[in-house]
């Protein structure tokens, strides 16, 4: 009898730890889902209204996978977090002296994550992810020696001048950012034979499909950041490197490591500062480098 009421005491026990666990999980689980806190009249990328309802039935689920996806990989939202003060500011400068909205900064979020060292298996490059192709095509200067798609601020004008050449192309903020991920004229191509206007009447292959959305989750979760994350969890933002520019002239091909030997410049702070040069030999011309200043 001793052993009975023993048993069923334990039992009950297991019972209420169950049901508290459960309970707690219960609200763990419930509380994950951001997308209750959303009001999804607010969503725009750049001043252009994202439709819910009707024929865009689908839109929302697509918005809310993108939203999860970015907000449980904590790991790379930190980066995107840390990064930000060293690449925004800049890209923001760019954007608003070309009238260009200021939303299209999170597509340097979703092409690279911010990592200055992206390369993909297409060969896109660095922060923009330009292809060598699209580089050249907006006077960046790639070679064996010299590729200036890792050099920062060169890249981000290149990628100003093509968001103002797509928009003349089709005069919508969401297709060109559709166009910058896939490529203009597949674009046109894709809108003429499914005879439609707007990216979110379009099927269509799947980095693409998910691609403005990856956006607006990217530029959702980082304007609210301080609601979602713990501030202790995200930490504090990188600083950027404080640099002075200093032109250097080649008469023919000059030796980088010979030359900052000479200054007594450190040659792994010259090749992180100035990835666009390839080797270590300038090509005949005048260059500016960055030297970090200390």
Known sequence: MKNYKKILAISIILLIISYFFWKSTEEKIANLDIS???NFDSIDFAWEKVSFDGAHYFNKEKFVKE?????FNTYQFVLYHKREAIYFPFIEKKLKEAWIPD???????AESALKNDALSDSNAGWIWQFIPE???RFGLTINANIDERYNFEKETDAAVAYF??????????TLVAAAYNRWENWLQRALDDQNVKSYYDLYLNEETSRYVWRILAIKYIMINRYNIFDKEELGEKFSPPKTKAEIVVSDWKLDIKKRIS???YIYANIKNLNVWIIWDILPKWSWTIKILDY
């Open 134 to 136: 699209t580089g050249k």
């Open 36 to 38: 209750k806190q959303i």
């Open 67 to 71: 939203l999860n996806i970015t907000r």
């Open 103 to 109: 939303d299209f900064k999170y597509l340097a979020v």
């Open 262 to 264: 000479e200054k007594w």
């Open 164 to 173: 103002q050449k797509l928009y003349k192309d089709f005069g919508n903020r």
